[in-house]
Every structure is written in structure tokens, then in C-alpha cells.
């Protein structure tokens, strides 16, 4: 685990990374976890000073609460996902026009200069996968998609607590960053580790005066400070063949008791940064000569997802929550090539009764 | 990064001929220059109402012909069209049959209700097609629901072309019954290529019957109908198990979806 940044490496005090911060903010609208209504939220964030420095999130299933902390990058992620930026819950396709009979489109595909500032190894592996889904394995790659993402600058920072919802280290998609960023913060005692991931991200750091270049020994305490965050994560399950396992699982009864529960309320799935599902709504004005087509949201435990012809091929709700955790953990991989989970634990904090996807996945794979 | 081809982008087509096929179904031939494989479909809009998935079911010199039932909300709309009217669509998308697969072989067409729409293209290219022996079966529900009244005379002259009701009707001499009844009467090489559309029962019903029959469930195609709201595998809707029908479909080897489509709410 004992690595060194690929563009140089650089330690830096809270003066640096305020500095980082504000220059960042010169060229992107930036979004990082901010406090909003008593949950850390990202955020467009105008000033250093909304960071939640000082606090950490408590999580449990169906549980939330933040409690102060001693250090600053001592929560993990926030409630949402970056998701709700490059993917938003609402989102216009077409402005469509009726003029004597005949139509006219619009189309305004929104290009950003998006800073994801403070994004944790989870998200960051979301975002690949969301990359995977959008762009890089379709055949018609999503244009809105790709005018949010473009220029995307990436601050990761690596984890140095996990919650009891955490499970990165089960899917293997953290709590280390490997990959994916301009600049990655890693908090230390005697400052902050910044490790360059990119071109860009090494030109922005030129121009910062406050820095030293990093050591042998803060490459050793990052390693330190990620093994006990991944030992504050028990494993859950064995990734390596669960695809397998869980085809060969479709007609178990298990998925019944799971029915007992929940309450397909679709929270798991808005609250997940990979759940991709959409409809596409018309809105239209009153004098009827004007129609949005807009992208929302929308989840495979809904009554109507799977209509066909008014029926709705997915009737129970037992047979809604084996499609999600099927696609997560089987099917996706069919599809992208990877798992569709992330083990970032949303899904288990927002689930309003608590269900476990880690205690689902190991009941019914390898019960 | 180069600008993406907007997948939501809608065109437009004048409808040239609109014939009514029977109560509430409408066969529309919308000029487009657009190309497109037996077996695709389009996604037909109505102006402020939405989008629905339609089978291109035949293409002309300079237009394709879409065969639309007034069910739900778009297709009430879409079925209001007259001629010189516009149609907006997007498109085509999805797979096509794989025809070659049944040359110098039988190639069994089955076709259920309005699933004779998606068929109807691949048929008529099959017509001309090195094709030892090519049989279409059609079944319908009453006498009323028949499609393409007009092109049997033509198909019976040029390939084995057997149509049954469901229900009998003085109007009707011909056969009654389900079609898995004139499925079994059929006598069929082991290694004929069947392509088929209908509704899920009758598919599932027929493919049993072919199983009996000898043919492998790999000879066997089934076009899907699911709910499909972008057609380009990224809102979620038409998935079974890992495949999206909008993209991976809507035409599928049997034995590849076999296990998600027999098995109850995939």
C-alpha cells in the first residue's frame, strides 16, 4: 500500500488545502459535502469555511446521525451522490414546439466545469461505473451525460474512518483511491498528503506556496491510517463467483421473507450513486402548443417500471427487490463488466426498515 | 471529446398512405430515406404525450411502413394520423432477424395478433431469399382482428401461408383454433429455423411443441415486447435478467433468454 503519487507528492497544512480550495473555485463550480439540515450533503459549495470539518456520520440500518470529531476529513461520504450532478433527478431532453401543425426541437445539452471536491473511493468507483453505463459500453453514448462530465476535476480524498454501513473493502472498491483523480488528500497528523493524479491536478498544485514535498513517513502513516480504517469494515461476502451463486438462486424462497419487509418505497435506489433508471415525462403548457420531454428519475421497485401493456410484469414486491439485487450483483456484471454496487451503504443507512443488502447478499448466496 | 449523435433527437416523416387494417389498427407508410433491418422498430412520439416502441413492419422505396393498435396513450394519438400528415419518430433500434441462418434450410415464421407486424418484413424478405421451404403461420383472434387482408393472395402464392382463428366465424372457411394446433399438424426438418412474435404465452406454448418436434431451442427466435422508454439501454425498463430488449432485443435466441423468460416476474 506504500505508494507514491504519480505526479509528485506534496504535504500541505489546512492553509494549503484552503488555498487548493479557493483556486479550484476560481475555474469550477464546485461541489463538496456541506452541513444541510443536519446531514452532510454535497453541495455547491461557495467557501471553504461549509466544509463539515469537525464532524463525523454515524450510520446504521435505517440509521443517521452526525456526531463532532477531532480531526477534518473525518466523516466518509455524504447522504447523496455526486450522481445528482452529472445524472441529476430531473433533467431536460428536448424542448419540443407546435407551430401550425408542425414541430420544432431544442435541444441545450448543459456543459459544465464540475469540481467534485472531497469525493471517497466509493464514489469515485461509482463514477467509473456510471462512465461504463453512459458512455463507454453503449452503443449510443448519452450526450447530457457527457456535457456534465466533461472537464470533470476530481479531488478524492481517502478515507480515514468508515461506518457501520461501509462495505467498499467487501466490493474492493476502497477505502484506498487507486485510480480516477486529479488530486487526492489524505489527512496525516502532521498535515495533509496531496498526491497528484494528473496533469492538471500537478498545475494547480504548482501554484500553491504553503507545500513541502512529501516524505517516506507520510506514505507509511497513510498506509497505517487505511489499514485500520479497512479493519474498522468487517467482510461481508466473497465477491469472486457471487455472480454465479446468485443465478443459481432466482427461484429461492428467501426472496418471499424479503417481501415481508420491504416496503418498496424505492429510497435504496435514489440514495444509490449507480442506479441509472429513468423515465422520460411530458410536460407541457397550458395552451398545448409547448413540451418538455424531461429525464427523471426512476426505480425498478415502482409499480409501473415493468408495464407492459398496462400489466406489470413485476407484480410482487419480492420479485422488484430480487431485479435490483440481481442487477447490483449479477447482472451487471453481464452488462459493464463490473459489480453495480460499490459498497458505499447508503442503500442500508436510507432504507427506512433497515434492510441489509450485505445480510440479503450472504442469506441468500451462501445460506 | 467529439459531440455526440443525440440519441433523443426525433425526425420527421410525411405519411404518405394510411390504411385501416381493422377496428383501431392503422398501417401508416412514412416517407424517410432512413436505412433499417427487418426486425428493428422505432420509437413513434405524439406530441405531448409521449414515445412507444413500434416494429417497422415492412420498408418501400423511399418509406417504411409502421402497423400501430390504438392500446395505450401514444398509439390513440399516433393512430389519428391522415395522409400528409406528420410522423416523428426516433431511430431505428435493436437487432434484426439473423435470415441467413435459415438459408437452404426451413425457415418457420409464427406469428401472434399484431406480432404478424413484426414478422411481415422478414417474410417478405424471405421470399426472395434462398430459402428451401418457408412456412408462416398466423394466428388471430376473431375474423375481425385480421392484419394485411390484402397481401395473403400474394404470400399463398409464393410460400406456405396458413392463417387460424380462434374463434369461428361464418365469414371464415379457413382453420380454427389456437396456433400451437396448426403447429403440431405441421411435419418439419430437425433443423428448421423458426422465427417468432406474439404474445408470451403463445411463444412459450410453441416453443414446447417445437421442442417435441426436435428442433433445438438455439433454431428458435422470439421478438420481445417490453417497457422501453430511451431504446438505448440507459433507463432500466425493458431489462430481463442481464439483457436490456431495447439494445441486446428485441429479437433474442430462446436458448439465451430461456431461463429469464419462463421464469415468473424477471
Known amino acids: ?123 469515485l468507483s461509482a463514477l467509473r461505473v456510471l462512465d461504463l453505463v453512459f458512455l463507454h459500453k453503449n452503443p449510443h453514448p448519452d450526450p447530457y451525460y457527457a456535457g456534465l462530465r466533461k472537464g470533470l476535476f476530481v479531488v478524492a ?7 457501520f454501513t461501509c462495505f467498499c473493502s467487501t466490493m474492493g472498491t476502497g477505502p484506498e483511491v487507486k485510480e480516477g483523480y486529479d488530486l487526492l488528500i489524505t489527512e496525516l497528523s502532521e498535515g495533509f498528503l496531496v498526491e497528484v493524479g494528473s496533469e492538471r491536478g500537478g498545475e494547480i498544485l504548482e501554484k500553491i506556496e504553503n ?9 507509511k502513516e497513510k498506509a497505517q491510517r487505511l489499514r485500520e480504517t479497512e479493519a474498522m469494515m468487517r467482510v461481508h461476502f466473497e465477491r469472486e463467483g457471487l455472480p454465479e451463486r446468485l443465478y443459481g438462486k432466482m427461484d429461492s424462497t428467501y426472496w418471499e421473507h424479503i417481501e415481508k419487509r420491504c416496503v418498496a418505497c424505492t429510497s435504496c435506489t435514489q440514495a444509490c450513486p449507480t442506479c441509472f433508471c429513468f423515465d422520460i415525462l411530458e410536460r407541457n403548457n397550458l395552451e398545448l402548443d409547448e413540451s418538455l420531454r424531461v429525464r427523471v428519475w426512476d426505480s425498478c421497485f415502482s409499480p409501473s417500471f415493468a408495464t407492459v401493456h398496462r400489466f406489470n410484469l413485476r407484480q410482487s414486491v419480492h420479485s422488484r427487490y430480487r431485479q435490483w439485487l440481481m442487477h447490483k450483483f449479477a447482472y451487471w456484471v453481464d452488462q459493464f463488466d463490473c459489480f453495480g454496487c460499490v459498497g458505499c451503504g447508503r442503500c442500508i443507512t436510507w432504507c427506512p426498515v433497515g434492510i441489509d443488502i450485505r445480510e440479503e447478499v450472504r442469506r441468500i448466496a451462501y445460506a | 471529446m467529439p459531440t455526440l449523435e443525440n440519441p433523443y433527437l426525433l425526425k420527421a416523416g410525411r405519411v404518405e398512405k394510411v390504411i385501416k387494417e381493422c377496428e383501431g389498427v392503422y398501417t401508416f407508410h412514412v416517407k424517410t430515406q432512413e436505412p433499417a433491418y427487418p426486425g428493428q422498430y422505432n420509437m413513434l412520439y405524439a406530441f ?47 437487432n434484426r432477424w439473423e435470415i441467413e441462418r435459415a438459408y437452404n434450410k426451413t425457415l418457420l415464421i409464427i406469428s401472434g395478433g399484431l406480432g404478424l407486424a413484426a414478422t411481415r418484413w422478414v417474410f417478405e424478405e424471405a421470399l426472395n431469399k434462398p430459402i428451401k421451404r418457408l412456412v408462416h403461420l398466423y394466428g388471430s383472434k376473431d375474423y375481425d382482428s385480421l392484419l394485411y387482408r390484402y397481401l395473403y393472395e ?92 431495447c439494445k441486446d432485443g428485441p429479437i433474442f435466441r430462446y436458448d439465451l433468454i430461456r431461463e429469464y423468460f419462463e421464469r415468473k416476474e424477471v
Not at chain 2, 422465427?195 to 433445438?216: H, N, S, W, Y
Open chain 1, 1 to 123: 500500500m506504500e505508494s507514491k503519487g504519480k505526479g509528485g507528492s506534496y504535504l500541505l497544512s489546512l492553509e494549503g488545502i484552503r488555498e487548493l480550495f479557493d483556486r479550484l473555485r476560481e475555474k469550477y463550480r464546485v461541489i463538496a459535502p456541506k452541513l444541510k439540515d443536519g446531514l452532510i450533503a454535497f453541495s455547491e459549495v461557495d467557501n471553504f469555511e461549509s466544509l463539515p470539518f469537525g464532524y463525523k456520520n454515524v450510520e446504521a440500518p435505517g440509521f443517521y446521525t452526525l456526531e463532532r470529531s477531532g480531526g477534518y476529513f473525518t466523516y466518509t461520504h455524504p447522504y447523496n451522490s455526486f450522481k445528482n450532478f452529472l445524472h441529476p433527478p430531473e433533467l431536460a431532453l428536448i424542448k419540443v414546439k407546435k407551430e401550425k401543425g408542425k414541430l420544432s426541437f431544442q435541444v441545450h445539452i448543459q456543459e459544465e466545469t464540475l469540481c467534485l471536491f472531497d469525493i471517497r473511493a466509493c464514489d
Open chain 1, 157 to 163: 480524498v481517502n478515507c480515514t474512518y468508515a461506518t
Open chain 1, 211 to 219: 507545500k513541502s514535498d512529501a516524505e517516506r513517513r507520510h506514505f
Open chain 2, 48 to 94: 405531448g404525450v409521449g414515445e412507444a416502441p413500434i416494429t417497422i413492419a415492412s420498408m418501400g422505396e423511399g418509406y417504411i411502413v409502421h402497423t400501430v393498435r390504438a392500446v395505450g396513450d401514444v398509439t390513440r394519438h399516433i393512430d389519428q394520423l391522415r395522409e400528409g400528415d406528420y410522423l416523428y419518430w426516433r431511430g431505428p433500434y435493436g
Open chain 2, 154 to 245: 400474394n404470400w399463398s402464392s409464393k410460400a406456405e401461408f396458413y392463417i387460424t382463428l380462434d374463434r369461428p366465424d361464418p365469414r371464415w372457411k379457413g382453420k380454427v383454433g389456437l396456433i400451437t394446433e396448426l403447429l403440431k399438424e405441421l411435419e418439419l426438418d430437425e433443423d428448421t429455423i423458426v422465427f417468432t412474435c406474439g404474445p408470451d404465452p403463445m411463444v412459450k406454448a410453441c416453443v414446447r411443441i417445437l421442442q417435441e418436434k426436435g428442433i433445438p431451442q438455439n433454431n428458435i427466435y422470439a421478438s420481445l415486447e417490453r417497457h422501453m422508454k430511451c431504446s438505448v439501454g440507459t433507463c432500466g425498463h425493458c431489462m430481463i435478467g442481464p439483457y436490456f430488449v
